[in-house]
């Protein structure tokens, strides 16, 4: 009794956690161990001392990520276990075979599998994550040592799955990444776990622990059930963009502490790219990206290697877009703007002076201008167009701190945005005496401009976007669907108004000052010919000083959207501690905005309209170059802005087309003749008719034309050409300007 009592037990017991465990919507098997232990438990219990259940987990296949137009972000590929069953090797010689033969293939310890050969076990697992081909090699040896030695059943394969990022380091810290286990560890991966992971299944199997020879009493098999799939509102082509520039500016700037970009669509608050510059492979996370780092960690003593990689580790998982908090800055400016128009404090009359500084209060130390001459009187336009502190100390003072704090909370930054990633921060505001948002004078003097407390990226470009959203804050996500394996739809994200933070009105005056400030303000840097932009530069200090040289570092930052007239797009570029020639925002953030803008719009479909002044501004006069040396004409043709061809062998320019003192557009071609060639270069022009401004200026180009684009847009409707100041046909001198007017098509269908 003493020794058949624990079996007995144990295979009770398991039966019951089975049980327990299958009950729930298994119900042919459940049906099928109820049938066992009620009917024929008096005949098994006798049995149960040569009995065992085994019980093998089949893996659930982790659901992929695809990017909004459905390419592969993340997939699971096929791999395999390898097991072994070693309750049915009888001798120690047929361990040993077995032990050593898979030692081999699979690169293992043969003196350690051969201990694991001494457990009377159904399944060890021995090895995971073997490829195909390797489990092929276990397979062959389970064949060869049956037919030499008869060794039959010991040796098994399961199958597997490994997580594998087709992309690479793209998207890296949105996506995260996967355990040893499969389990999501960080990024959309570990949000999403639930949803990725899918469900074991298993196989249980009752067999007689004796023989060999002995059928299998009964064998239950529930597949495994594959993970969802989740569809993310990032764009594949909009994030490659954005992390190209992204990291084209770090090098650029230096930036010694990582940057990054977020784009949400305005309306929706879904988030099109999320770049996190440098980031790291998620197929290999635990290999130091950063190769500057890696060596430096391999420098130091070994004692100190252990804590010095987790710190690097830490680092390059971190999402900058919601987990730094920074100190924002100028970029803040447009929500203390939103807040005086609001409260009607400001009117057209309204004027700000700047003396270069600014005393805010009796006793206090004076606040400094960025323009220590002083801005004079400015309107609140001007005034957020100098981006002038002075002028936001005053703003601060009009509303009070309980109103300033009313509007902080109210465009979402006392609160996290709610995005669907890990790790998002909560802002750091004042909380004198205890009391969260209560603000001293000193607070309230340098708040309104963004200094002295902190929120994330993803909290400044969400205020932005409510600016550009008539005035209603969202809440931002990055998944817009979860689908099973056949593709059906489990949940959608529908797109969450969290409030209507400032009326529409005031929304599209702030807009409307923020498009003037990419024209001709401070944010001239962020502006893109053609497209309508508004946007805002923010330089803050960091209060640190991560190059030693005993100044506090910077953090650049420019946040804008498009178009204007019409929101789509609001982006965020943000460089921690650029350490290059410039430290401010509109010289280094600025570039990044601009660069991203002016690749994305044209992809999402956006047409370029340009005023009338860009129209002008387009154009350059250009001089008369006959009798110029060759060289010097081709120097000045340049210093326009302009391509200059030569015709001919000689050093002189004798004639050019177009003819002296005609307007050429910028990018165009003035063709400089050394010969006598100029009256027999001719083309013939085109037929414009019906083309979009890009095709019609690459028509133009490929004729030997240069193209002028005339025309009024208003809305967002595409354009086409429909009069050109030259007929087609002509035979002109190469280089003639030709003017095409662009009309906007109707918006009857
Ligand atoms: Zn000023």
């Known amino acids: 009794m003493a020794k058949k009592g624990p079996t007995v037990m144990l295979w009770r017991r398991s039966l019951i956690v089975l049980l327990v465990i299958l009950i729930a919507g298994f119900g042919s098997v459940t049906a099928r161990l109820l049938y066992l232990q009620t009917y024929m438990a008096p005949e098994l219990q006798k049995r149960a001392v040569n009995q065992q259940l085994a019980d093998t987990t089949i893996s659930a296949k982790r659901g992929s990520i695809y990017d909004r137009n459905g390419k592969v972000l993340a997939q699971s590929a ?52 073997v490829e195909t081909e390797t489990r092929d090699k276990v397979l062959e040896f389970a064949k060869d040592i049956k037919s030499k030695y008869g060794i039959v059943q010991a040796i098994d394969t399961v199958e597997d799955f490994k997580r594998s990022y087709p992309l690479n380091e793209f998207a890296g810290s949105v996506l995260g990444f996967v355990g040893s286990d499969s389990q999501g560890l960080e990024g959309l991966e570990a949000q999403y776990d639930e949803y990725l992971t899918g469900k074991p299944g298993r196989i249980i199997t009752a067999q007689n622990a004796i023989g060999t020879n002995m059928p299998y009493q009964y064998q239950q098999k529930i597949e495994a059930q594959d993970g969802y799939n989740l569809t993310l509102t990032l764009d594949e082509t909009i994030q490659r963009i954005m992390e190209k520039y992204v990291k084209q500016a770090i090098v650029e700037n230096k930036v010694a502490n990582r940057g990054c970009a977020i784009m949400v669509n305005v309306k929706t608050g879904a988030v099109l790219g999320m ?21 430096e960690i391999e420098s130091l003593p070994e004692n100190e290697q252990d804590q010095a990689t987790s710190d690097a580790l830490t680092k390059q998982w971190r999402n900058k ?16 703007t939103a807040a005086v128009l609001s409260e ?26 960025h323009l220590f001459s002083g801005h004079g009187s400015q309107t609140l336009t001007e005034a957020l167009m100098n981006s002038c502190n002075p002028a936001y100390v005053q703003m601060g003072f009009m509303l009070g701190a309980e109103k300033f704090y009313q509007y902080y909370v109210a465009f979402g930054f006392s609160e996290k945005t709610g995005i669907d990633l890990p790790g998002e921060s909560e802002d750091i505001f004042f909380d004198q005496d205890g009391v969260e948002g209560k603000m001293y004078d000193i607070d309230l003097a340098v708040a309104p401009f963004g200094q002295n407390f902190q929120i994330t990226p993803m909290q400044m470009i969400m205020a932005i976007s409510a600016l550009a959203n008539d005035g209603k804050l969202m809440q931002p996500y990055t998944v817009s669907q979860i689908t099973d394996s056949d593709g059906n739809v489990i949940k959608s994200t529908e797109p969450t108004v969290k409030r209507q933070v400032i009326s529409k009105d005031v929304a599209d005056q702030v807009l409307a000052m923020l498009e003037q400030n990419a024209i001709s303000g401070g944010a001239k840097n962020g502006y893109v010919a053609g497209y309508r932009i508004g946007g805002k530069t923010g330089t803050s200090e960091t209060h640190r000083d991560n190059n030693n040289d005993g100044t506090d570092d910077y953090i650049a930052s420019f946040a804008g959207i498009a178009p204007c007239d019409d929101p789509e797009i609001a982006l965020l570029c943000y460089f921690d501690t650029p350490l290059g020639d410039s430290y401010y925002g509109a010289s ?29 501004n387009l154009s350059t006069q250009i001089s008369a170059y ?23 062998d000689g050093d002189t320019v004798i004639s050019q087309s177009p003819d002296p003192y005609s307007y050429v557009p910028k990018g165009g071609t003035v063709i400089l003749y050394t010969d006598d060639s100029a009256e027999s270069d001719t083309v013939t022009v085109p037929d414009f008719k019906g083309l979009s401004m890009s095709q019609a200026s690459d028509l133009a180009t490929q004729s030997g034309l240069n193209i002028t684009i005339s025309g009024t847009f208003s ?33 009857i269908m």
């Open 78 to 129: 096929t791999v395999w276990k390898i097991v072994i069953a070693p309750i049915f090797l009888e001798t120690d010689e047929e361990r040993h075979i077995v032990a050593d033969g898979l030692a081999k293939i699979l690169e293992l310890d043969s003196e350690e599998l051969y201990k694991k050969t001494l457990k009377k076990s159904y399944y060890i697992e021995v090895k995971r994550q």
């Open 275 to 295: 770049a996190v510059e440098d980031s790291f492979d998620p197929n290999d996370p635990f290999d130091i990206a950063d190769e500057k780092t890696k060596k």
């Open 321 to 336: 877009a919601i987990s730094d908090t920074y100190t924002p800055g100028s970029v803040f400016k447009p929500v203390t």
């Open 344 to 369: 009607k404090l400001v009117d057209d009359d309204t004027r700000f002076n700047c003396t270069g500084s600014i005393i805010p209060y009796e006793g206090a130390a004076p606040i400094g201008c």
């Open 588 to 616: 280094v953030a600025g570039p990044c905005f601009r660069n991203i803008m002016s690749e994305v719009l044209p992809y999402l479909g956006v047409e370029k309209k340009y005023s009338e002044s860009e129209l002008e």
């Open 626 to 648: 006959g009798g110029m040396a060759v060289d010097e004409a081709s120097a000045a043709v340049s210093n326009a802005e302009l391509k200059a061809v030569i015709k001919g």
């Open 715 to 747: 809305s967002d409707d595409s354009v086409t050409a429909e009069v050109q100041s030259i007929e087609k046909g002509k035979v002109v001198s190469r280089g003639t300007v030709i003017t095409v007017t662009f009309e906007q098509k109707s918006n």
